[in-house]
């Protein structure tokens, strides 16, 4: 196996380490209905995913005629539960992604979770998979308070401080992935099977992979 450069690797959550969006297109699917809302195909949902659940209930609900006057707050309220409750019915990780991960815990490497997801819901999904062992530290979007998630650099440097400094790489499907990424002067590989808001060559990574067997070569060459 090719040595890895790096002391810490973060991943994101969702459309990265976890194929999530069958589970948030329930919960999305169940606020559209209390708002009088036809429900959305989860291949939909799966392109409105990125930068957090409000951002992804009000895209949902701009397609469906519109943010309701007064009634975001509680649809916002409801989803998120729904969310809870049902969080890993369909969710699983992308394939390769235990392989990977068990490769790069062989040869030392710090691994962390940096999510837009809010922590107590990383942490509930990752427990239900069996996966929060395997991650040093987990932070989410609101971990260090409102304003400070992705693509801002703050949840990365906050990583990197945890796990005691170090060179760090960050692995995401987004632009808020690379440009939290590119703002905290870390290398970045994009992933071309998650939740891409652009074609993943343009997403602005280092380096790009089309699955997990893929990332440590990429992790070696940057």
């Known amino acids: 196996m090719p040595k890895i450069p790096f002391a810490i690797v973060g991943f994101d959550l969702d459309g990265t380490l976890l194929d999530t969006h ?16 036809a429900p959305v195909v989860p291949a939909k949902v799966r392109a409105m995913i990125g930068g957090g659940a409000k951002r992804m209930l009000s895209r949902a609900l701009k397609d469906s005629g519109g943010v309701p006057e007064g009634g975001f707050d509680a649809l916002y309220a409801a989803l998120l539960d729904h969310y809870e409750a049902n969080i890993a019915v369909h969710t699983s990780m992308f394939p390769g992604g235990e392989a990977m991960l068990d490769d790069l815990a062989a040869e ?5 979770v940096v999510t837009n997801k809010m922590e ?4 509930r999904l990752l427990d239900a998979l069996r996966l929060s062992g395997r991650f040093a530290t987990i932070i989410g979007g609101d971990t260090l308070g409102p304003g400070r998630g992705k693509p801002a650099p703050d949840l990365l440097y906050a990583m ?3 796990l005691g400094g170090g060179r760090a790489a960050y692995v995401g499907d ?12 870390m290398p970045c ?6 939740f891409n808001d652009l074609p993943a060559k343009d997403l602005g990574a280092d380096s790009v992979i089309s699955h997990f067997c893929e990332l440590v070569p990429a992790l070696a060459k940057l």
């Open 120 to 123: 107590h819901l990383a942490l």
């Open 189 to 194: 590989v994009a992933v071309s099977f998650g």
């Open 22 to 37: 069958e589970d948030l297109a329930a919960a999305v699917n169940h606020a559209l209905a209390l708002a009088g809302r």
């Open 174 to 185: 987004t632009t808020y992935d690379t440009g939290a990424a590119k703002a905290a002067g």
């Open 108 to 112: 030392g490497v710090k691994l962390a």
């Open 160 to 162: 990197r401080e945890r």
